[in-house]
């Protein structure tokens, strides 16, 4: 269930028109058209596989950026719908997920007394690093993807989705519990390092129905107020398999 939940975050915070978050635990579908509406990657080479650091639970969904209507922007922002850095940023991003020639490389990661676990992936070309992952899953019920997209090894676009799962009382069988899913997604568009638009969406239901309830979900402003530890995160996958342990350190405290 975790990995589904993964794989259901990492499609509903990225860039597009709309979200057609990933399907399945083995791959998310690549995301067609960059949008702050939801849609979501739909290929299985330049999508993140849900980590499955845990067993039963289902994972946070995520979505891609697209030219929003009820955009949220940080205080003191003065870019606007048509802000020709944030279609550059989306026109970076639909390039990074059409790209079939990126390479990956994996590197897990564990925090101590098995307080959590995750994966730090990779993605190259161009002997650049083009795009990076972080699934992770708690001890708990909790669960939480980032992805970084980088334009000439700077950070210009975050999708980050975090939440957690539940059992249901009220559905499923003894054998096949039914799970409530809740979700809130995140989207930061970068400049010169610093956040330009953040915005949010969040949704709660039954967890086979969290995609579509996601992409429904209005957007909202964000305060930005999670974009530091993102930076930082990125910060250390540009560092490669290296940057592993600083990830670990930043997302196991």
């Not at 499609?11 to 579908?29: F, I």
């Not at 699934?135 to 090894?153: N, P």
């Not at 610093?194 to 579509?212: F, M, N």
């Not at 930005?224 to 342990?245: F, H, I």
Request: glycine content about 10%.
């Amino acid at each position: 269930m975790i990995r589904s939940s993964i794989a259901c975050i990492a499609c509903l915070v990225a860039v597009g028109s709309g979200c057609n978050s990933p399907s399945s635990s083995s791959s998310s579908r690549a995301a067609s058209t960059p949008a702050d509406a939801t849609r979501a990657p739909s290929s299985s080479a330049t999508t993140p596989q849900a980590v499955a650091p845990a067993s039963g639970g289902s994972t946070p969904a995520t979505t891609s950026p697209a030219a929003p209507t009820s955009d949220g922007k940080p205080q003191g922002a003065q870019d606007g719908p048509d802000d020709p850095r944030i279609e550059k940023i989306r026109a970076r991003y639909q390039e990074i997920q059409s790209r079939k020639d990126l390479k990956r490389s994996d590197h897990r990661f564990e925090c101590a007394g098995g307080e959590g676990r995750g994966e730090l992936r990779l993605y190259q070309a161009d002997g650049a690093l083009q795009k990076a992952e972080i699934a992770a899953a708690d001890a708990g019920h909790g669960e939480m993807t980032y992805q970084f997209y980088y334009d000439q090894g700077k950070l210009v676009f975050v999708l980050y989705g975090d939440g957690g799962w539940s059992f249901d009382g009220t559905r499923g069988t003894p054998d096949k519990p039914a799970t409530t899913t809740s979700v809130t997604q995140r989207r930061y568009y970068l400049h010169d390092g610093a956040p330009l638009r953040c915005i949010k969406k969040y949704a709660k239901g039954p967890t086979e129905q969290i995609e579509s309830l996601l992409e429904q979900a209005p957007n909202q402003p964000d305060d930005c107020a999670r974009a530091p530890k993102a930076q930082k995160l990125a910060s250390a996958a540009l560092a490669g398999p290296k940057g592993t342990d600083e990830v670990k350190k930043l997302m196991c405290n």
